[in-house]
């Protein structure tokens, strides 16, 4: 997965809706061990705090647990992964149409246009 990140959001809740993102569709499995913290650190560019930050809220939402000594792992179920996603895409949507009337859109239209740039792929 690209760790692309967006410097004007908070990096934190980007890197759990990307690691929630991987849970959700497969990519990382029930159980199988995340990279460490300083590596991905590395590999997004971002301070190991902020990674463990992260870890820790999605082990707060139950989607990841740590192994003393061991790491970090992918909890069991993905339905959790697949809810968080699932609001997180509600949310943006919701933001999206927000700005599309803020710019004197209506939905219909805003939905036109989604269905038109999903068309030039």
């Excluded at 199988?32 to 650190?41: D, G, I, N, P, T």
């Excluded at 061991?70 to 933001?95: L, S």
């Amino acid at each position: 997965m690209e760790w692309e990140l967006d410097k004007n959001r908070p990096i934190c809740p980007q890197l759990c809706e990307l690691l929630c993102v991987q849970i959700a569709n497969g990519e990382l499995k029930p159980n199988q061990r995340l990279k460490s913290v300083r590596e991905l650190a590395l590999l997004a560019g971002v301070n190991p705090n902020t990674v463990q930050k992260s870890f820790e809220q999605l082990e707060r939402q139950g989607l990841i647990y740590s192994v003393r000594g061991t790491g970090w792992f992918v909890g069991e179920t993905t339905e959790k992964a697949k809810e968080t996603v699932n609001e997180i895409i509600r949310k943006k949507t919701a933001e999206y149409l927000d700005e599309m009337r803020k710019l004197g859109l209506d939905t219909p239209t805003a939905k036109k246009y989604i269905e038109e740039w999903d068309t030039d792929e």
